[in-house]
């Protein structure tokens, strides 16, 4: 779970977000919404301990952000799973390399039959062997997702997943994240998209945060 109490976040000592109180509990589906430099990577950034709050307490599974050493992050970062806005792939690699990455890098053993299953569920058996530059928008953020949850994280946190997407590439990832929901993973997604979120709202309990005047705020259901 991740806890906010009172939370102040900045850069460089100017402070961009401030008296943020939240519980993100598991399994709950969440909308960050807000314009543009508002604050929204900076918030998701604090989810996964990127970025540390300049005050205030910011709890991952019970432990103090702020006293957590270099493994503890590492340890925490595996059950949150992170989809960057920029896919942020290595070109030379496939894009089953890409997405086994994780796994690689925390030295564990890659399950090829696991891995083509979870290639097949985002829709993308038959572009495993191709680069992620042959890859189309849609397909490249399904591709950030599968490789967001290959370690099997207990949160995805997903930063305007569709930015770049038609409308249906954009359901087609909106239904893989609440899939994963109904799964039981809690969901965090920053987006611009009303649309998408009304669609979302229509498929689960999803809770919408905005953020204005730098403060998180409930949005109403009327949204
Ligand atoms: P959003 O995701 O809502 O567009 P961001 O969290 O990316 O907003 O950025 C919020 C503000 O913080 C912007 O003004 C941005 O320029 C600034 N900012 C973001 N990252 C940094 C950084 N690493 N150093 C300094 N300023 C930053
Ligand atoms: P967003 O579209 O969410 O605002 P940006 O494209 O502004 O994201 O930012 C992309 C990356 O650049 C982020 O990791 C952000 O932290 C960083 N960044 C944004 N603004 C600044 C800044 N003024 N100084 C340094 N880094 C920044």
Avoid at 40 to 59: D, I, N, Q, R, V
Avoid at 183 to 199: E, F, S, W
Wanted: some cysteine.
């Amino acid at each position: 779970m991740i806890e906010l109490q009172d939370v102040a976040v900045g850069y460089g000592g100017t402070e961009l977000l401030a008296e943020m109180s939240l519980k993100l509990v598991p399994g709950s589906f969440h909308f960050l919404t807000g314009p543009s430099g508002a604050g929204k990577t900076t918030f998701l950034k604090l989810c996964y301990a990127e970025l540390l709050p300049s005050s205030g307490f910011l709890g991952l599974y019970g432990q103090d952000a702020r006293t957590m050493s270099r493994d503890d992050i590492a340890q925490m970062r595996q059950r949150i799973g992170v989809v960057h806005q920029d896919c942020q792939f290595l070109d030379h690699l496939s894009v089953a390399e890409n997405v086994a990455l994780p796994l690689t890098v925390a030295g564990k053993p890659i399950d090829g039959r696991e891995l083509v299953e979870l290639l097949s569920w985002v829709g993308l058996k038959a572009q495993m062997n191709a680069l992620p530059p042959q890859l189309s928008g849609g397909e490249r953020q399904r591709a950030a997702l599968a490789r967001a949850i290959i370690m099997s994280p207990e949160v995805i946190v997903a930063d305007e997943p569709t930015g770049n997407l038609d409308w249906e590439m954009s359901l087609r990832l909106l239904n893989l994240l609440v899939e994963l929901n109904k799964m039981g993973k809690t969901v965090v997604i920053a987006t611009h998209d009303l649309n998408l979120i009304r669609q979302a709202k229509a498929q689960v309990s999803a809770r919408v945060l905005r953020i204005a005047n730098r403060r998180l705020q409930l949005a109403g259901a009327d949204l």
